[in-house]
Each structure stands twice: as C-alpha cells, then as structure tokens.
C-alpha cells in the first residue's frame, strides 16, 4: 500500500515535469492531432494549417477550467474569421463533457483521446494547460498559469497580426 501511495506523486512530478519542458517549447512544429470531437466528428491539427491554434487543456472538475472556457469562447468567436482556431482537450468520457456544456456552453470543438493525440497535449499535471500554434504550425509560447485572461488574449493577438 505505502509504494501505491509513494507512486502518485512520483507520477504527478514527472507529469509537472514534462509538462512544464512541452510548455516551454517554440518554434518547433507542433505534433499532429487526429481525433473525434465529442460528437464524433474527426478534428485534425493539420486542417488548420496557416490558422493560429489554441489547444486548451482542461477538465470539468477544474474551477479556473471553468472560468476561462467562457472567455476562450469569447475570444474564439471574435477571432475566428482573423483566422483563429480553438480546441479544448480533456480525457474526461464524452456523456461527461457534453453534461458539462450545459453549464458552460462554448462553440469551440471538444476533443477526446480517443484518436491519435500525442503525448505532448496529454502530459498535464496543472490545469488548465494551454498550447499556442503559430500559423505556420510552430509552437510558440503561451502565458504562464495564472497570469490574467488579457495576457493570453494579447499573445493570441500578437500571433494573428504577426503571421499576416
């Protein structure tokens, strides 16, 4: 029992870990997703191509999760024509994301890991966890968490303008 519970936060390390070495990458090509959304319907990093792409990573029962998926919402529905694109990822079963909806509607697609999601967007120890995609198809960096909304509404910004 005692190595049981000296694995979890071994494992919750490691995962901080390498979550926080993949949040720290730029300019390299960020890994391809193929996946179903929570309707079934296949979403593909690569069809977005020359879009800036925001992956958020998140869960229902993550309270800033909660917070913010309203106004990434916001900012996806004002950005979109610029040419923004929003994906939310969770691990959490689709009946579970779609009850959640309910409360917290946004239009942007929800992913699940049922398709070939690499491990970058898998390895979470913090949520939420944001990736940001330039529209070249580079990671570049995203905000710490915990920084203010208007510093992530202001890189994706930075990002849509600069790639014009």
């Given amino acids: 029992l005692s ?3 000296a694995a979890k936060p071994v494992s919750d390390g490691v995962n901080r870990w390498k979550q926080e ?5 730029r300019g390299v090509a ?4 193929e996946t179903p959304d929570i309707y079934g319907k296949t979403q593909r990093l690569a069809d977005h191509k020359g879009e800036v792409v925001l992956v958020n990573i998140w869960a229902t029962w993550c309270a800033p999760c909660r917070a ?5 919402d916001r900012l996806y ?3 979109k024509d610029q040419g923004l694109m929003v994906f939310g990822i969770s691990d959490e079963p689709v009946a579970v994301q779609q009850k959640f909806l ?6 942007y697609p929800l992913l699940t890991l049922d398709g ?5 967007y898998r390895d979470i120890a913090r949520y939420p966890a944001v990736f940001l995609i330039d529209r070249q198809g580079r990671l570049q960096p ?17 990002l849509i303008q600069s790639s014009h």
């Fill in 3 to 5: 190595l049981g519970l």
């Fill in 21 to 25: 070495r993949n949040m720290a990458m």
């Fill in 30 to 33: 960020a890994p391809l997703f």
């Fill in 68 to 72: 913010e998926m309203p106004k990434l």
């Fill in 77 to 79: 529905r004002d950005r």
């Fill in 102 to 107: 309910l409360d917290v509607p946004v239009t």
């Fill in 116 to 120: 070939g999601v690499p491990s970058l």
């Fill in 142 to 158: 995203a905000p710490a968490p915990g920084q203010p909304f208007e510093s992530l509404q202001a890189a994706v910004d930075s």
